[in-house]
């Protein structure tokens, strides 16, 4: 596993070097033009941080880098900041800026490092580490390592560590600071209670989009549903552009059981990008149940126009309505080489392996069970369907979604050929 480029970026300021506050007050790091005001705006925007002012903060550095542009220490600070906030780019050209500054010091042995570098995630974490432990009081490290943590998924308890510290020095701490540790705690912990007071201080400190977007996804989380849902409706009133709040006020209300409600946020979602594919899969499937299979299998269709590619999810949901004949016209056939398509092992097996899945989830928007299709299916086959017939073969005699029955398999293969499904004549005709 690779160090993502962001933090490789960090671990080159840290690597090699024994503390930070020694060089950090040497005249190179804050520029050679005014470096005593250079620093005074510095602890003045820290000064917020503390505070947990950083709007405010922010303000100061952007301010105070154009004025002192070669200090280095407030590029570092505005490129933390803008990490924070999910400004790649911005934390990007920041860190390149400190580059730029000074190779030989302490910031700038940022610059030695490239973009395509490799570094083991395991390595660049324990150098990390290694800095913040020689440099306790500097917090932005800190903060960088438990922002990284969170992204990546990976050191998530030292990670937390980081966050706690944090919060004990900056009383009380930047919305930043408590949004990204509750989405640690979240997405990585699973401390849904704990993740849930800290993004409300997120929210009480900025109440915006984003900050309600993620308390309103914990409390989903909680399934606390209609509360989830009243702040989504707050986030989309704020950003209605923004097809992921779309999208997840649709899942809410899904789980509540309003499907034609969800069906219409679906459709939303749907037409402003970024999600379009699984928005229509979600809107396909509330169609479903609230009784028009037909109508929800043209969704699937739609979705597999606007993806392109094969392994999506509306491969899935339309591999399934074509082996059951469930919405659209009953095709094992076709079924199999979407799953062919996908890769990931031998198609019949993924398959057999998404409905077990489907068996376990509880989502009101997994595709429908395999006992209720099944039900489905064989009325079509009792009916001579002799594309039914031949699906209900194939189901049991690989043992799709039931147990493996070769007697039943070949009742349906003699039925489908006698109806003159071709295949199931020539399979006939080599058991004989």
């Given amino acids: 596993m690779r160090w993502s480029w962001v933090l490789l970026l960090v671990v080159g300021v840290l690597a090699g070097c024994s503390t930070i506050p020694e060089k950090e007050t040497s005249e190179s790091a ?3 033009t005014a470096p005593d005001a250079a620093r005074a705006q510095y602890d003045k925007a820290m000064d917020y941080l503390r505070k947990g002012r950083q709007k405010d903060a922010e303000q100061i550095v952007g301010e105070a880098f154009q004025k002192y542009p ?32 000074n190779e030989e010091s302490l910031l700038g042995i940022t610059a030695q490092l490239t973009l395509d570098e490799e570094i083991e995630v395991a390595d660049a974490f324990k150098r990390l580490k290694k800095r913040i432990d020689q440099n306790p009081d500097e917090m932005l490290l800190r903060w960088l390592y438990a922002m990284e943590a969170t992204r990546q998924g990976v050191f998530v308890e ?12 900056w009383d009380p701490a930047p919305a930043m600071v408590h949004h990204i540790y509750a989405t640690l705690l979240a997405s990585h912990l699973n401390l849904l209670e704990k993740a849930l007071e800290h993004q ?9 989009a984003q900050t309600y ?35 997840q006020w649709g899942n809410g209300l899904a789980y509540m059981g309003d499907f034609e409600a969800a069906a219409e946020k679906f459709m939303a979602a749907s037409k402003l990008g970024i999600v379009t594919e699984v928005s229509l899969v979600c809107w396909g499937r509330c169609l479903e149940r609230l009784g028009y299979p037909a109508q929800g299998y043209r969704k699937y269709e739609e979705a597999l126009a606007s993806s392109g590619l094969p392994g999506g999810l509306a491969d899935s949901y ?24 996908q890769g990931g092992g031998p198609a019949i097996d993924v398959l057999r392996e998404q409905l077990e899945e489907i068996s376990k989830t509880d989502n009101p928007l997994a595709p429908e069970r395999s006992e209720v299709l099944l039900k489905h299916l064989t009325a079509m086959a009792e009916e001579n369907d002799e594309n039914a017939q031949y699906s209900m073969a194939m189901i049991y005699r690989y043992g799709i979604g039931v147990e493996k029955n070769a007697a039943i398999s070949e009742k349906w293969i003699k039925r489908a050929a006698e109806n003159g499904h071709e295949i199931a004549k020539r399979m006939l005709a080599e058991t004989r």
Avoid: H
């Fill in 213 to 247: 977007y993620r308390l309103g996804f914990i409390l989903y989380l909680l399934q606390r549903y209609e509360e989830s849902n009243q702040l989504i409706e707050k986030v989309v009133e704020m950003a209605p552009n923004d097809p992921i709040a779309w999208f």
């Fill in 318 to 341: 339309a591999a399934i309505s074509k082996l059951y004949g469930y919405g659209t016209a009953c095709d094992f056939e076709g079924a199999v080489e979407i799953f062919a398509a």
């Fill in 70 to 101: 070669e200090s280095q220490r407030l590029w570092f600070m505005y490129a933390v900041l803008a990490l924070s906030r999910q400004e790649t780019d911005a934390a990007v050209q920041a860190f390149m800026k400190v580059r730029d500054l």
């Fill in 200 to 208: 409300q201080f997120a929210a009480e400190i900025e109440p915006n």
């Fill in 158 to 169: 030292e990670g937390a560590a980081q966050f706690e510290v944090i919060l004990e020095a």
């Fill in 30 to 32: 804050w520029g050679l």
